[in-house]
Nanobody
């Protein structure tokens, strides 16, 4: 059983940066692949980025490649999403997800509650 808690969302001007954190509970969090998904109003949820449990494989959606960086500190049970050069179209609720399939862009079993990112133009 894994519980996920996101933080770090907020309002930022276009071109700015934010760092999201996903804190996992449970001693097995470090064994899970973790990803970030986002959903904007009226749009379907989309994959953003994912990182393998050991940090040795990382995947990004084309829309964020070169701007976002996913990383993890297993000693702190935390996965980060550094978001740079933010655009208005990046505005969404960002949710952390853990599971086997997340590396392929499909959500795993465990979800956080989400954190809102708003980008002003």
């Amino acid at each position: 059983q894994v519980q996920l808690l996101e933080s770090g969302g907020g309002l930022v001007p276009a071109g700015g940066s934010l760092r999201l954190s996903c804190a996992g509970s449970g001693r097995t969090f470090s064994n899970y692949n973790v990803g970030w998904f986002r959903q904007a109003p009226g749009k379907e949820r989309e994959f953003v980025a994912a990182i393998k449990w050991n940090g040795l494989r990382i995947y990004y959606a084309d829309s964020v490649k070169g701007r976002f960086i996913i990383s993890r500190e297993n000693g702190k049970n935390t996965v980060y999403l550094q978001m740079n050069s933010l655009k208005p179209e990046d505005a969404a609720v960002y949710s952390c997800n853990a599971g086997v399939d997340v590396l392929s862009g499909a959500p795993g079993h465990y979800w956080g509650q989400g954190t809102q990112v708003t980008v002003s133009s």
